[in-house]
């Protein structure tokens, strides 16, 4: 199956958009550089004013499929409205309307786009008196042709029949997955960030009340319950000092498994004094609601 492909604006990039408008003798748009003049259209202009030199055409038009090839690989562009009236926009805003070029290898001097709209009422649209007929929403120049060579060496003879913009744009589907890609990165690092550098010290006096007790009783124990993350756990807690996302999630994690083991009728149990080292039932409580709160935990 042959992709066919949205090309669009990166107005965040260096070079983007339309830098120059070629007269070529098989009209096609084109992007990124890659000629396209070995694909015949049916898009040509007309010879506006043979006294005057101005030439009229189609320079963009929307979702017109335009073959493309890169090496082996076949495919189609197409660009939408939206991005024709921006390109048509970004080309006058930065002044290249008189760059030009014959078939995307010449730079030509004395031409210059003198006209420049975007159609709107195809019925009603003056191109039709030329015998052109833009559908709505195409990106419509005339160039004037100032140039003696060009226009008897090119136009008199023939040789070009229609306009082919040079420019950059990219490929829509990519640009989304690249952002995805991006978007999904920041929130990993956020993550880390979030795990290991934000921290929390909103809880209240029962765990910090739950933490001295749990110290006192495995002091009065010969202090040889928990492990010595658990005791450094309760003299933080204790303290009413902050305590880390992935903290948090180590409590919430500890006090689930080791509630079983909590007897508060035997304090010199090591699994009621564990428990209570790390905050007890008020900070299993509050555990939960601080990683339902940060999206961490479900309902």
Not at 104 to 112: N, P, R, V
Request: aromatic share 8%; charged share 30%; proline share 2%.
């Amino acid at each position: 199956m042959v992709d066919i492909i949205e090309l669009i604006l990166d107005e965040e990039a260096a070079v983007n958009g339309i830098d120059a408008i070629s007269i070529v003798e098989h009209p096609a748009i084109e992007s990124n550089f890659i000629a396209l003049k070995d694909e015949k259209q049916e898009v040509k202009f007309a010879t506006l004013d043979k006294e005057k030199r101005i030439l009229m055409g189609p320079a963009l038009i929307p979702n017109k499929p335009i073959y493309r090839r890169d090496g082996d690989k076949e495919f189609y562009v197409y660009f939408s409205e939206q991005t024709i009236r921006r390109a048509a926009e970004l080309f006058l805003m930065k002044g290249n309307q008189n760059k030009a070029t014959y078939e995307h290898e010449i730079e030509l001097k004395g031409l210059s786009v003198v006209e420049s709209w975007l159609v709107e009422d195809p019925a009603m649209d003056k191109a039709n008196l030329y015998g052109l007929s833009p559908a709505k929403g195409t990106w419509m120049v005339s160039m004037k042709v100032e140039n003696d060579d060009v226009w008897n060496d090119y136009v008199k003879s023939g040789s070009v029949q229609g306009f082919s913009i040079e420019g950059w744009f990219i490929d829509r589907k990519k640009r989304q997955q690249e952002q995805k890609q991006a978007e999904e990165k920041l929130a990993s690092v956020r993550k880390i960030i979030r795990e290991n550098f934000d921290s929390y010290a909103d809880y209240g006096s029962g765990i910090k009340n739950n933490a001295k007790r749990g110290i006192a009783l495995n002091e009065k124990n010969g202090n040889k319950c928990a492990t010595q993350t658990g005791k450094v756990r309760a003299q933080q807690l204790a303290k009413g000092q902050a305590i880390s996302l992935e903290t948090i999630k180590r409590m919430y994690s500890c006090l689930s498994r080791a509630e079983e083991d909590y007897d508060p009728s035997d304090t010199s149990a090591c699994g009621t004094i564990s428990y209570l080292l790390w905050g007890g039932k008020a900070a299993l409580g509050w555990s939960r609601n601080k990683l339902r709160e940060l999206g961490e935990l479900e309902d």
